[in-house]
Nanobody
Framework: QVRLVESGGGLVQPGGSLRLSCAASGNIFSISTMGWYRRVPGEQRELVARITDGSTNMIESVKGRFTISRDSAKNTVYLQMNNLKSDDTAVYYC???????????????WGQGTQVTVSS
């Protein structure tokens, strides 16, 4: 079994900062990709940022404001969000692709989601 636990969401004023964390635990052999998606009610979930084998990519609207990083020793991925805007309001989901043994295929796992609300 694999478990993803997210933390760090909340309410913040425009221009403020939040840091999201997602820790994976359980039967983990290797992790290839760690990332964050978000979803606004009524819209499709969109990729915000991801990190794979040291390289990162993120959507244009958060470049220069968000930073994604990972701590491989802790199987944890972070999303530092600065200069938050109202358009960043969404439920943020952690997404990790991992293998549970040396022979198995990589599979995606999702966190439970954490609400980020940017409002004055």
């Amino acid at each position: 079994q694999v478990r993803l636990v997210e933390s760090g969401g909340g309410l913040v004023q425009p221009g403020g900062s939040l840091r999201l964390s997602c820790a994976a635990s359980g039967n983990i052999f290797s992790i290839s990709t760690m990332g964050w998606y978000r979803r606004v009610p009524g819209e499709q979930r969109e990729l915000v940022a991801r990190i794979t084998d040291g390289s990162t990519n993120m959507i244009e609207s958060v470049k220069g404001r968000f930073t994604i990083s990972r701590d491989s020793a802790k199987n944890t991925v972070y999303l530092q969000m600065n200069n938050l805007k109202s358009d960043d309001t969404a439920v943020y989901y952690c997404h990790i692709i991992l293998r549970t043994d040396s022979r198995g295929a990589s599979r995606p796992y999702w966190g439970q989601g954490t609400q980020v609300t940017v409002s004055s």
